[in-house]
DNA sequence: AATTCGATGTGAACGATGTCTACATGAATC
DNA sequence: GATTCATGTAGACATCGTTCACATCGAATT
């Protein structure tokens, strides 16, 4: 990208500078592509200027996977507003759940490698709240747009409450190993559609039997 | 591990060395452990005696990928033995899906490091036919074992035949995800009670949706 | 307004890694 | 017994993460 020639001494938002360079090497070449050096490069900075920002490569890397968590999250609320307009609260709850799902599996096929960044090494602390640079509009992560999905079902009867307890566990698991058998698993060169159509079931499985 | 000092000038089998020493550091440290300088270290060898037997590092890892793919097979064969000696067919049908499952889930929080190298970078071409280093005793890989117990349900009459094709990646999905949650997930902290028990709900999700 | 100072960036270096090219060894083949 | 070819060695290179000492500059203090 762009090697910014700077004329001051000093960077002026080196920090975000970095973030952001470490986005577009990670969102072509997942995880592995996340190169401290490079992203130094393209912020037109020595490789050292880093450490002024990031206690080392993982420092960095942990930023630059909570932003990409962020950008999940805002794919998810994009698929969720969808269904909250619906008016039968059932079919309102069980379009949350869904649309929460298939958020994440259409993020996992349009933006390969930055789900696999946001998972990799482990879905570290996904679950802990409200780091705000993991959040997207309504300020929940990932995870807690799940919960609310599981929650508004329960609400609606549509989810007996005693299964409730530990639902997003099952519900994420489902979704996730999807995820990864579509992204370089052995779905990875079925078509979109089977792709999608296997989503729509394992979706349905996941209703059914949580 | 061992340096082997060694006297003669040709190893002898460098080539089985250099896995089973892969092994051992994957087996630690996960798929990043493997580094093919400290590999022919432990093998007591010249870092380019390496490219005598592998075209690169990827090479190398590929290779340790299909060993730590046996051991894996193993396990879940292991299990599936139990569940075999059930009288009921439906009962046994059911049994071989749950022990599949429990293998695999066994194997991902007592083998971290291999399961993670197992899977790494995708989970890559596991469905293609009987590479033989990626078998068990039974000759089948994992994607095969799982299919063979989906098959026996079919016939036990416990699954619906139309809902059989693409069931394997519905229930890998589940058991997948899963493994990860537990492996470095949300649920790495979990008791290992509670973590046998959601794996359980998920394999009975699987059996109830599928 | 001049001085100080802490935050930010630079320069040069180190050890480690994957990989290349040229050379050495020795077991099998003719 | 000479030759050949698979196998291992030697040395080098570029790149990476990281460290230590030094340079620069904006902002706070006097």
Known sequence: MSIAARSTYHHGDLRTALVEAGMALVREGGPQALVLREATRRAGV??????????NHQALFEAVRAAVL???????EAELRQAEG???PAERARGMLAAVGRGYLGFAQAETGWFRT???FGVHDVEVPAD???TAAKGLNPFELLGHALDAMVH???????RRPGAEYLAWSAVHGMALLIIDGPLRNASAEQQQVLGARLLRMVELGL
């Not at 020595?46 to 206690?55: D, E, G, I, K, V």
């Not at 962020?70 to 998810?76: Q, S």
């Open 46 to 55: 020595t490789p050292n200027a880093a450490y002024r920002h990031f206690a």
């Open 86 to 88: 619906l008016r039968d």
């Open 156 to 162: 609606a009867g549509v989810l007996p409450a005693e």
């Open 70 to 76: 962020g950008v999940l999250a805002a794919a998810m």
């Open 132 to 134: 705000p640079a993991r």
């Open 118 to 120: 946001a998972f990799a």
